[in-house]
Each structure stands twice: as C-alpha cells, then as structure tokens.
C-alpha cells in the first residue's frame, strides 16, 4: 500500500490554477498531489549576449525551494546557488526548449520562474509539467496581441517521476516514497511519446534492463494522462 493509497500506476491529483499571478505574462499554480509549484514566465526583448545577432530567440529557467516549503526551513540561497538547484533549473530549461521554436521566437527571452510553495515529492518535474502550460499562456496571448506567429509551441512536453519503492514500479512518487526508494527516475517526454530526458539513479544497488523498462513505460503513460490534463487546462 503507497502512502496515500494510490495504485502503482496511479498519479497524484493534478490541478492547474492558470493566472494566479497578475503581472506575467503566463502564470501557473501547479499541484501534484501535496506538491504545489508556482510558474510564472516573463518575456523580455533580448537574449543573452552570445545569442545575440542569431535572430533567434531564447528560454531559461530559474527554480528555487521556499524558505518553508519543506518539512525544516530551506535558508534563502543568498550566497550562492546550491549544485542541486543549477541542476534543476537546468534540468527544466532544457525539458522546456524542446516545446518552443526558438528560432522563430526572434531576439526574445522567455524565463520561467518556478518557485516551489510546498514540496512533496517530484518538485521538478511538476516545474516542467506546469511551466509548459505558462509558457503556452504566455505565447498564446503574444500571438493574440499580433506580437509573434500562432505556432511557436512543439508538441506538448510533460514530466512525471517512477520508481521502484519497496520492490514495486511506482508512478510519481511522493517524497515518503522517494526517500526510501531503490531506482528513482524523473522522464521528460512529449506527446508524441518522444523522451526529451531521463534521469535515473540506482540508489542501493543496480537494477536490470528489464526493471527499466518497466519504469520508462510506466513514465509514458503518467506524462501521456498529464498531457491530457494540461491540454484540457488550456482550453478553459
């Protein structure tokens, strides 16, 4: 039995909360379960100087922990950035180009800000599952304004981690589940069913080809339900 009684292949509840923020230009509250991450995506006219001259456009990501987001107080990462955030920040960035045309974006920078409210588990890989759907606002509403084409978004990308808990491949796990964990996974993947990144870990001992399977094909169908549900947000 998982902790919240959710079968293995089961997600956690998924809910988006699209513009709760004002100001930028797509905002996203995204909940996995008891995991609630804020994405808010700014669009500015510039990109970074080694892009500059190209025509071409740009997005970046920046992720950080909440102060008490977690079960003891995260400090403020003042002096410095943690190895463990610049690899999630770039983590999201690199999951979230997948789903732009950045060549046909012209001489723009899209930042995705995702500010972690309450972690539970999976806390990257929700960034991404909502910061797609904040830069789909963002995009859509630039089009709409005759600012930029209506087709710059790819296929839609989504994010889900698995895990062998206990044994058992499991689907998105919470943070009880990844704690104790003997393979945890985070799958980037898009609509198509075409990974973008997967990052996996043996946390005890190796584990086969066999249970990797298992696990990439558990991940495909939670990122095809979180598709769905991000392409039904969207059309609110």
């Not at 690899?87 to 723009?108: C, K, N, P, Q, Y």
């Not at 999976?122 to 789909?136: C, I, N, P």
């Amino acid at each position: 039995m998982r902790p919240d009684g959710r079968a293995a292949d089961e997600l956690r509840p998924v809910r988006f909360t699209l513009d709760y923020v004002r100001y930028p230009e797509g905002s996203v509250l995204v909940e996995m379960g008891e995991t609630k991450v804020l994405c808010n995506v700014t669009v500015e006219e510039r990109v970074p100087s080694w892009r500059a001259g190209s025509g071409a456009g740009w997005l970046t990501a920046e992720y950080a922990l909440l102060p008490r987001s977690t079960h003891q107080r995260t400090p403020r990462e003042v002096g410095g950035l943690r190895g463990r955030t610049q690899e999630i920040r770039r983590f999201i960035g690199r999951s979230l180009r997948a789903a732009v045309d950045l060549e046909r974006l012209g001489e723009r920078m899209l930042i995705v800000d995702c500010d972690v409210l309450q972690a539970d588990g999976g806390t990257r890989t929700a960034a991404v599952t909502g910061g797609y759907v904040a830069v789909a606002l963002a995009l859509r509403r630039l089009a709409w304004a005759g600012v930029l084409p209506p087709d710059l978004l790819r296929p839609p990308v989504a994010a889900v981690s698995v895990g062998v808990v206990n044994g058992q491949p499991c689907l998105d796990l919470c943070y009880a589940e990844d704690a104790v964990a003997q393979v945890d996974l985070n799958v980037v993947m898009d609509v198509e069913g075409r990974f973008i990144e997967v990052q996996g870990t043996a946390e005890r001992s190796p584990f086969s080809r066999e249970v990797l399977d298992r696990l990439l094909h558990l991940a495909a169908r939670g990122v095809e339900e979180l598709i769905r549900r991000q392409q039904e947000a969207l059309s609110q």
